[in-house]
């Protein structure tokens, strides 16, 4: 059953592309005003800078308990410079904590209702819920304007852990709310497992590329675990990878070594390879971008 993961046509691994795009990752862990003055050319001492980025809009879900904190946050931008229009996605500050909550839920897969009316296959209800309150506040439709603006753009859009996997829910998204004119590229840092085998099938041919970068041991990308000896089930509602995965033996820096698995989402010869032996400190390591540390938020 594997052969509907391959049929998207995924382009070569990029690894230029996959630091900017990390960058752009990092910084979504910043408080809002933080991330428009980055836009601008500023935090130079904290987070490099990307030049002739045009910060669009940003899209805040606050704790309904303290304001301060941010449950969710997104922002949509334009990057002149290699003519992307940007979809970034904030993770999770408290990742041990978030780890051990995941880890208890990995059979909490239900269809997942988006303004689009995503029906295909079922999602991680965390991970529907986190997107989902992010939808509602029209990201998606900002960012269908934001290309109607930039038509010889590419579509770039991405994320680091839970942010994976809200950019996934993201791209499946804005696929259906083009009617099927748009497919991202689409490129992840850390990311669990979102959704079952339905789901990562459908979104795979939504896309128009699809890279899961995984550094060494990484636990996230593991997680929820998968069913199965050897290799993961693709029953309804099991946990399954989409994608390409891309998995870096060593730091994941410029020019080191780095596999570009086989494109069915759960290559037992990559990172699942490496079960049980999970690392949590490999999590926040990603082209010297460490979980926020861009804004200096550990």
Not at 88 to 111: M, Q, R, S
């Amino acid at each position: 059953m594997m052969a509907s993961l391959y049929a998207a046509a995924f382009a070569a691994y990029d690894e230029g592309m996959a630091q900017v795009t990390m960058l752009y990752s990092s910084a979504a862990y910043c408080w809002p005003p933080k991330v428009r003055a980055w836009a601008q050319g500023g935090l130079t001492d904290t987070c490099q800078p990307i030049f002739n980025f045009e910060l669009n809009e940003t899209f805040s879900v606050h704790s309904k308990w303290f304001d301060w904190i941010l449950e969710g946050f997104a922002y949509t931008g334009v990057d002149h410079e290699r003519q992307w229009v940007v979809a970034a996605f904030k993770g999770t500050n408290d990742t041990l904590d978030w780890v051990a909550d995941i880890w208890g839920l990995e059979f909490d897969f239900e269809p997942c209702k988006l303004p689009s009316n995503m029906t295909a296959g079922r999602v991680h209800t965390g991970f529907c819920d986190y997107y989902a309150a992010l939808a509602n506040l029209g990201v998606a439709r900002a960012y269908l304007e934001l290309l109607a603006l930039h038509p010889t753009y590419s579509a770039v859009v991405t994320g680091h852990s839970l942010g994976g996997a809200a950019a996934s829910l993201f791209a499946y998204d804005v696929f259906e709310a083009s009617a099927g004119a748009l497919r991202p590229r689409l490129q992840t840092f850390g990311m669990p497992r979102v959704g079952d085998y339905d789901f990562s099938s459908a979104l795979s041919s939504r896309v128009l590329t699809s890279d899961r970068v995984v550094h060494r041991a990484d636990v996230v990308p593991h997680l929820p675990l998968c069913v199965g000896m050897g290799n993961c089930s693709d029953a309804p509602g099991d946990p399954y990878h989409y994608g390409t995965e891309v998995w870096y033996t060593g730091d994941v820096s410029a020019g080191t070594n780095y596999t570009v698995c086989d494109g069915s989402g759960e290559d037992p010869r990559c990172s699942n390879s490496k079960f049980p032996s999970y690392s949590a400190s490999d999590h926040c390591k990603y082209f010297g971008q460490i979980c926020g540390a861009c804004c200096k938020l550990l």
